[in-house]
């Protein structure tokens, strides 16, 4: 049965999750929160920014996956060949850091209102799309530090 119930605020959003009882951090300073997530037999987490302006909640969900400096320039034309046969798009890396995260967003109406379903939808979405391609990822970084070449001159 779908929940049309509207959150007009990220109060309404702590609310809501508090009473389904699904576990988060707040991000001090911030209309963001962090909640627990596993991946496969990984601990991963699923972040939701609820921003007035510009009008938006985002949702990142952080794979449990650095990627080494010398392997980042590879991954992140992997990253894009993946988002091009997905349907609803969002791998991105982080240069400075390696770190991998699949972002989604959402338009709150004119009111800056969105549905409890809406999130969940967008939840659910960013956590099976990640679970399904984290062991694809791992797999492709691990063939390339089998071949460790000194430079990408060296593979034939």
């Known amino acids: 049965m779908s929940n049309l119930k509207q959150l007009e605020n ?9 009473d389904k009882k699904i576990p988060f951090r707040k991000i ?3 209309t963001s929160l962090s909640i627990p997530i596993r991946l496969g037999d990984q601990n991963a987490a699923l972040l ?3 921003e007035p302006e510009p009008r938006v909640i985002q949702l990142i969900q ?18 894009n060949r993946i988002n091009f ?10 240069e400075k850091h390696g770190v991998i995260t699949y972002r989604i967003q959402a338009f709150l109406d004119p009111n800056g209102a ?10 659910a979405l960013s ?3 990640a679970k ?15 071949v460790r070449p000194k430079s990408l001159f060296d593979l034939k």
């Not at 952080?62 to 990253?79: C, D, F, N, Q, S």
């Not at 694809?136 to 089998?146: N, V």
Request: glycine letters at 4%; proline letters at 6%.
């Open 28 to 30: 001090e300073g911030k």
């Open 62 to 79: 952080i794979l449990p996956l650095a990627v080494p400096r010398e392997y980042r320039e590879v991954l992140t034309i992997l990253l």
């Open 127 to 129: 956590i099976r799309t």
């Open 10 to 18: 990220y109060e309404d959003l702590l609310t809501e999750l508090k």
């Open 48 to 50: 939701i920014l609820w």
């Open 85 to 94: 046969t997905l349907p609803v798009t969002g791998f991105v890396m982080n």
């Open 132 to 146: 399904y391609i984290l062991p694809q990822l791992k797999k492709a970084l691990a063939s390339l530090q089998d």
């Open 114 to 123: 969105i549905s409890s379903d809406t999130i969940g939808s967008l939840s």
